[in-house]
């Protein structure tokens, strides 16, 4: 009787229509040597002022250059900031867009670390929301994608959303976190950006170390991923891992850590743009070692180079 119900409620969560089989649209692959050279900005290019922390960039290009909505931490309460800049690296806030509001699904910690798109002509951004236990993704304060069921690889958490266009598709990135706090990375599908289909072969990257925060981006025949790895001191480092299809990755070897004092414990949230045959990246540093925050956080700059051998660590 039990193994008949266990049969049954997975034959009910594989027809309900949230989760598929599927990749995005398969690139051609380029030279498996292709790789990249890291080279930082020596200083940030948001200091965090009075916030405890400020994170989580995500970055588009705009007519005038680009405008970044990124996070705020306060000691209690994440908010999102819009901030302009004309080069990538002087920015100008103009204020709050986005906060939690207490009275609501997103409780009272976080309408934040987001991942904004333009797309059409508009830019849309998803963004974590929700008491901090049990954190979703939201779109115009609306939740479109939750935690998994019951022993499900994201039953407690879903959150660091990176959508990006492949094709006629929206994709979404993001970590999912189990009942016992280990971080993998899964991906999400969607026609309209507001329905999505998680895909049934989730998690689609693992590693020794939690991970989270991915950065997706597609160049020279690949896709590629930058993501955080969460050590077990809790320092932070970037990593890089390859892919033709979004859905099986390579994992590359080297990591990239913080150069600065600044970022010297933690280098995360990495925010890409492709420029060309590089690709700009915004980060977010720390000098204090903790896992999700209170790090003395500030946002850096940084560009990969295109390098056809073995990442440098």
Not at 45 to 50: D, K, L, N, T
Not at 153 to 180: C, H, K, M, N, T
Not at 208 to 236: C, H, K, S
Request: a negative charge.
């Amino acid at each position: 009787m039990k193994a008949a119900l266990l049969a049954g409620a997975a034959l009910l969560l594989a027809g309900c229509g949230r989760y598929g089989d599927f990749t995005l649209p398969i690139l051609s692959g380029g030279n498996e040597r292709a790789t990249y050279t890291w080279e930082e900005r020596p200083g940030p290019v948001i200091e965090r002022g009075a916030a405890r922390d400020v994170l989580n960039p995500s970055v588009v290009r705009t007519p005038h250059g680009f405008t970044n909505y990124y996070s705020t931490f306060d000691g209690r309460t994440w908010r999102t900031r819009v901030a302009e800049s004309p080069d990538g690296i002087t920015w100008h806030d103009t204020g709050v867009v986005i906060e939690p509001h207490p009275s609501t699904w997103e409780a009272a910690y976080i309408a934040a670390n987001g991942s904004a798109l333009a797309d059409g002509g508009t830019v849309r951004y998803w963004y974590e929301a929700g008491p901090r236990d049990h954190l979703s993704i939201a779109l115009d304060g609306k939740p479109v994608l939750e935690p998994g069921p019951w022993q499900s690889w994201d039953e407690r958490d879903v959150a660091d959303p990176d959508v990006i266009r492949a094709g006629s598709e929206l994709y979404l990135y993001y970590l999912g976190q189990d009942r016992g706090a280990r971080q993998r990375i899964g991906v999400a599908r969607s026609h309209d950006g507001v329905h999505w289909e998680k895909l049934r072969a989730n998690p689609v990257l693992d590693d020794e170390d939690n991970i989270g925060e991915p950065a997706v981006w597609q160049d020279r025949g690949f896709y590629w991923m930058l993501y955080t790895a969460r050590l077990r001191d809790e320092q932070r480092r970037l990593r890089l891992a390859r892919s033709i299809d979004g859905v099986h990755w390579t994992k590359l070897p080297g990591e990239l850590a913080g150069a600065q004092a600044w970022d010297s414990k933690v280098i995360c949230d990495a925010a890409v743009v492709v420029d060309g045959g590089r690709v700009l990246v915004w980060f977010g540093g720390g000098d204090v070692a903790r896992p999700d925050e209170n790090i003395q956080g500030q946002i850096g700059y940084g560009v990969l180079q295109p390098h056809s051998a073995t990442l440098e660590k």
